[in-house]
């Protein structure tokens, strides 16, 4: 059994739950996704948004460690003003607290400037025992938020978790999915995670819980709340600059057979005959 070793500055002694954090994303939903030909970026406008699916996964087990071993859970997001949709739909999954982080100077922001804010804001709220994350977000695709948040609050992580075996309010047990099978580690805390969708099937939000969010006062934080250094928030915070953002160029001829299967199967037949030996 691999070890992550645990650091305890952050622990209460005097709590015997856990304070968990889940940072989530509003993205475009994956059905619609498109791109401004004028702008070569994402088209956001008119464009449904939700909650990063694999968000949706970590808060899930947030709130599933919160059943078993006690704790409270808050939902964090840095986002425009509308953000605060799916910090609802957190709570009435079972999340306690919801917190936005929004300013007009976090825009632009790269994975290092993001990873930077969400840390002033987790520091804000008073730290935590636990953060978990999505593996990575579906309209970025890095993966580097949640090891950089770790990073930038010196928290031991553990990336691509796949199920969490046990947990108490000294330590976790979980599998970490490889290549070839799963790693199966055992930290204290403080710790970072970022799962992955096979760890657990979120639910779906209760009448109650729905009621309970629509009630629920979200907590918004400015730049200047959580005390953050402007040359290192948004677009002077980023080193990292998009340049052009273009699907790629099609390759080779396409074809769409159509018909029944059995007409398909013969079109499909008589395309393939020129390239057979």
């Known amino acids: 059994m691999n070890f992550v070793p645990a650091l305890n500055h952050w622990i209460n002694a005097d709590r015997l739950c856990m304070k968990i954090i889940v940072c989530v994303k509003q993205v475009p939903d994956a059905k619609d996704v498109r791109l401004d030909p004028e702008t070569n970026t994402l088209a956001r406008e008119g464009v449904e948004s939700i909650m990063n699916p694999y968000d949706q996964h970590a808060l899930e087990a947030a709130v599933s460690l ?3 071993c ?3 859970v808050t939902v964090l997001t840095m986002g425009p003003p509308q ?3 799916i910090l609802r739909m957190a709570i009435s999954c079972g999340a306690d607290d919801a917190v936005l982080v929004s300013d007009r100077s976090f825009a632009g922001a790269d994975t290092w400037a993001t990873s930077y804010t969400l840390a002033k804001a987790v520091e804000k709220l008073g730290g935590c025992d636990l953060i978990i994350c999505g593996k990575q977000a579906i309209d970025g695709d890095t993966a580097q938020v949640g090891p950089g948040l770790a990073m930038r609050l010196d928290f031991p992580y553990a990336t691509c978790i796949q199920k969490i075996r046990s947990a108490d309010e000294s330590t976790i047990v979980f599998e970490r999915m490889m290549d070839h099978g799963y790693d199966v580690l055992q930290s204290g805390f ?3 995670l970022t799962v992955v969708k096979d ?3 979120p639910r779906v939000p209760s009448l109650k819980g729905k009621m309970k969010a629509k009630k629920a006062e979200i907590k918004i934080l400015s730049a200047e709340d959580i005390g953050a250094d402007p040359t290192c928030i948004g677009l002077p915070g980023s080193p990292t600059k998009v340049v052009k ?3 790629p160029e099609p390759r080779g001829d396409r074809a769409v057979l ?9 079109q499909l037949v008589e395309k393939l005959k020129p390239y057979l030996v």
């Not at 159509?258 to 013969?266: A, I, L, P, T, Y």
């Open 245 to 247: 953002v273009f699907p």
């Open 66 to 68: 919160k059943e078993s």
């Open 258 to 266: 159509q018909g029944s299967v059995d007409e398909q199967v013969e």
């Open 199 to 201: 760890v657990n099937e």
């Open 190 to 192: 403080p710790l970072l």
């Open 83 to 85: 953000a605060e949709e």
């Open 70 to 72: 006690g704790g409270e």
